[in-house]
């Protein structure tokens, strides 16, 4: 239990002191990421790097996750694909589609979400699981969970943002659409930075857009109080223990990428077999 509640709350984390000139300038010129994932505040549970490239009117994203551990091995990649939309109510981050390719011990999982926004359809593939692809109509202008986060970032920019204030997007995660809000619900220091103290729920909808089950709501995110709004900080509390994802290192494109070569931007995901090996006794 204790491995899958590390590995999950690992690649949710992935779900973020080289400096910029201007705060807002990562829009422009892209942004890279680096975050150290650690449980209780000491130990050293893996990381992960978040990379924005903006290429014209298309951006991508690419989120990679991993440890270096011989209790367990995760490789994780996440690739999000849009276009920043001249239509008004449209607008940036608008999401094509994002490919999710999981490799956490032995389990393997590769899932496409497609945003058909001339069918008014989103196309979900879970191709590892030899599914065939589903189809289901969404809320307009819904995005997938990364690009609805950034469209935030990039669309706030020239807001005030005060303590109280509701931020809400549906989002398309897998087979389901959820309600995802933002409450801001303070505001402080955090690693010698001013910032936000965010916390993000998300609530799972029936086909018909009526709720299904529990919000989930464990998360805090602390986020620049600046227009780059980067989220410094990661914290969920469970039965089980403390993690906190923190902002290692940020900068641009070219800033050095710290990411294990087993997990290149494309292409093949290498696993290490001796010590996947290992790792059907360590619960």
Not at 159 to 186: P, S, T, W
Not at 192 to 200: R, S
């Amino acid at each position: 239990m204790m491995k899958k509640l590390i590995i999950c709350t690992l690649t949710t984390f992935m779900l973020i002191h080289t400096s910029y000139a201007k705060p807002e300038d990562w829009f422009e010129k892209g942004e890279r990421l680096h975050y150290l994932v650690e449980m209780w505040g000491w130990l050293n549970v893996g990381e992960a790097e978040l990379l924005f490239k903006p290429q014209d009117d298309r951006y991508t994203i690419l989120a990679r996750a991993w440890t270096d551990s011989r209790a367990f091995q995760l490789r994780d990649r996440l690739t999000t694909e849009g276009i920043h939309s001249p239509v008004l109510d449209e607008g940036p981050f608008y999401s094509i589609r994002q490919t999710i390719e999981l490799n956490e011990n032995d389990y393997r999982g590769h899932k496409t979400i497609t945003f058909d926004r001339n069918a008014k359809m989103i196309r979900y593939h879970n191709i590892r699981g030899n599914e065939k692809p589903v189809g289901f109509g969404a809320p307009e202008h819904t995005r997938d969970m990364i690009s609805a986060l950034y469209y935030f970032r990039k669309t706030l920019g020239d807001r005030e943002i005060k303590v109280g204030d509701m931020y809400q997007h549906a989002v398309a995660q897998n087979d389901y659409i959820y309600d995802m809000k933002l409450k801001v619900v303070g505001q402080g220091k955090i690693d010698g930075h001013q910032a936000l103290k965010v916390q993000p729920s998300m609530q799972k909808l029936n086909r018909d857009g009526t709720p299904l089950g529990d919000v989930k709501d464990r998360w805090t995110i602390w986020v620049r109080n600046d227009k780059s709004f980067v989220p410094q900080r990661i914290e969920a509390k469970t039965k089980f223990g403390s993690f906190v994802a923190s902002l290692k290192r940020y900068g641009h494109l070219d800033l050095e990428s710290r990411v294990i070569p087993e997990i290149p931007e494309t292409g093949e995901i290498i696993m290490d077999k001796k010590k996947t090996g290992l790792l059907e006794t360590a619960d």
